[in-house]
């Protein structure tokens, strides 16, 4: 996206500046992500050994019953410190506008991991097409591009190319195992706010 940080830069505007300046829908995430090694098929694996304890809020009881499906990369949990869970955005959220930047498909907000993509996420799990947003109106959509690893609405698994589900501000959602928030514009602007200092 530009190599914009959106969250510094909420943190650094007034509200009504941000949202006069930035009129979007936002995902947000603070899942930890893990970068693929090099250019590779999306990877997919034992899900017992994905730690993705990183979500958002606080797991609700309905969530309880969909386990992320499984990349896996070994870890030494004994040399896990702090500062190496930072260490891919400096403990920063992932913030990213529900906004089109790339020519192709013009009818769709594109996400996925390779730079092509409108929405950029930079993880192993998640498909080099992974998913897409439309906007009806004032309305937004999400598909399922037939991702390896899945799109998720809340505990419901979308089906791999098949017809798109509304979102609404607050839903969660995930592309594989990495969880997002949909905020708009305002709720975005709070929910950074909130945050103390990216930790």
Known sequence: MGGVDWAELALVSRVEQWMAAHPYLFM?????????????????GLQALRQRSDTILPREPQDLGRVPTGSFRLVDLKAKTASNER???????LVLPLKKVQSTFPS????????????????EQVSKFHAF??????????????SRNGTFIGTRRLEARGAS???????????????FQLFDARGCWEWLRQLDRFT
């Not at 991991?113 to 993880?123: A, Q």
């Open 108 to 123: 769709m907000i594109t996400v996925g991991r390779t730079e092509n993509n409108d929405l950029v996420v930079p993880d």
């Open 165 to 179: 589900v509304p979102l609404a501000p607050r839903d969660r959602f995930a592309f594989g195992a990495v969880e």
């Open 28 to 44: 947000i995430s603070r899942a930890r992500l893990v970068r693929p090694a090099r250019a590779a098929a999306t990877v997919t």
């Open 87 to 93: 260490a891919d955005r400096g403990g920063r959220p």
């Open 133 to 146: 947003f439309r906007m009806v109106g004032d309305r937004v959509e999400l598909s399922d591009a037939g």
